[in-house]
């Protein structure tokens, strides 16, 4: 039964490919680079030419409650109601802000009315960057990342993405909602063939498919460190193209500059998520548990060194954490309903300014998010094997 099913899912894999290949074909000269946009090279394992967008909208909405649009926490998921929450912010970021990235995941549970989105803004695909995500919602494991695969180019109701991520470099045994993988070597509940590093690998082998049967346009991973890195080029294997991780000033010194030059030397895009940080569901503790100051704001937003700075340039603080990071070669992705919002977000290369050497050290130099000061938020600086 085993065998068949692999079997099944190879077989359907490349003639789903196949199909995709040749329904396709004529329109892959007409489909954008983003050379035309602000927008950082790929390298690795990557289309040649393809470039991604600087700033892109997150659709990974944390609200779990059905709250009006833009109301705080965000709500976007299908799943709880607010799906037409993200149609109306995609719909609003193509037509009335001009963005052209999206960021997705299936384990944001709304592609399906990201997709809606799409379509009402009448934008051709061939113009629109999309990425998405496998896991870590849904298992990891070879023949998984070819089914959600599938899965998400039905849901987005297209016939390739522009970059396609590992989600998450594991799966812990306490998530026991997720389906058991059938890949052995992912396989949580098979302890003599679970292997984490060759589980991994396995996952990126599936991805690498994906990316040579022209499913997808680029391939990368998210959540990686150094080490999950390490795996792949010592594997021999297609670098990828990207790292998404978490990134601004309360993560950067002791959590991210590392990463970043060791993603740099190899040519990996680091991509910055959270980059305002997440002010409608989080905010940093100003004292950690023995009462002593942390030197953070509630917000980014707030922090005096960035209200300054926004001052000082003329501009909003979250315009100052994305020109930062902009800086330092990352590309962000911040959240938001707001038209507002997402037109200052893009007016810092629509209007740009420089931060100068000096202010970029004063922002680099900010306090820390560690875990001993922070424990309970999975972004925290020293969160076991994440970054």
């Known amino acids: 039964m085993k065998f068949k099913t692999v079997y099944c899912i190879f077989a359907c894999f490349f003639t789903y490919s196949q199909a995709i290949i040749n329904n396709a074909g004529v329109s892959q000269s007409t489909r954008s680079k ?44 299908d799943i709880v109601g607010c799906g037409n929450n993200t149609q109306k912010a995609v719909y609003i970021w193509l037509t009335k802000a001009n963005g052209v990235r999206l960021d997705c995941a299936n384990s944001y549970y709304n592609q399906r009315s990201v997709a809606r989105g799409i379509a009402q803004s009448g934008i051709n695909r061939s113009q629109i960057f999309i990425l ?18 599938f899965d998400i180019l039905q849901e987005l109701q297209t016939d390739y993405i522009d970059l396609m991520l590992v989600h998450w470099p594991l799966v812990t045994p306490s998530e026991t909602e997720i389906p058991i993988s059938s890949d052995p070597l992912c396989n949580l509940t098979a302890s003599l063939t679970y292997d984490e590093r060759k589980c991994r690998l396995s996952t990126w082998s599936a991805m690498v498919v994906l990316f040579q049967r022209g499913l997808v346009r680029s391939i990368g991973v998210s959540n990686y460190n150094t080490t999950h890195l390490q795996e792949i080029i010592d594997a021999g294997l297609p ?63 707030e922090d005096p060194v960035i209200v300054s700075l926004a001052k000082e340039y003329n501009r909003t603080p979250a315009q100052v954490l994305i020109r930062w990071a902009h800086q330092l070669g990352v590309p962000t992705n911040p959240r938001s309903m707001s038209e507002t919002h997402m037109l200052e977000n893009l007016a810092v290369f629509s209007n740009p300014f420089t931060i100068t050497d000096n202010d970029m050290n004063r922002i680099n130099n900010l306090a820390q998010d560690t875990c001993d000061a922070d424990p309970d938020w999975y972004e925290c600086v020293g969160n076991g094997s994440l970054p």
């Open 132 to 149: 998405s995500k496998v896991g870590p919602s849904y298992p990891l494991g070879y023949n998984e990342t070819l089914q959600q695969t």
């Open 239 to 301: 670098l990828p193209t990207a790292n998404q991780v978490s990134f601004n000033p309360y993560n950067y010194r002791t959590g991210r500059a590392d990463l970043l030059q060791f993603c740099q030397k190899h040519q990996i895009l680091l991509i910055g998520y959270s980059p305002l940080g997440v002010p409608d569901v989080h905010q940093f503790p100003t004292e950690n548990r023995n009462k002593q100051p942390t030197g953070m704001s509630r917000t980014l937003l």
């Open 34 to 77: 983003f050379a035309e946009v602000p927008s950082f090279p790929l390298h690795n394992a990557a289309e040649p030419g393809l470039n991604l967008p600087a700033v892109g909208a997150g659709t990974g909405f944390y609200g779990r409650n059905i709250l009006p649009y833009g109301e705080y926490p965000e709500c976007g998921a």
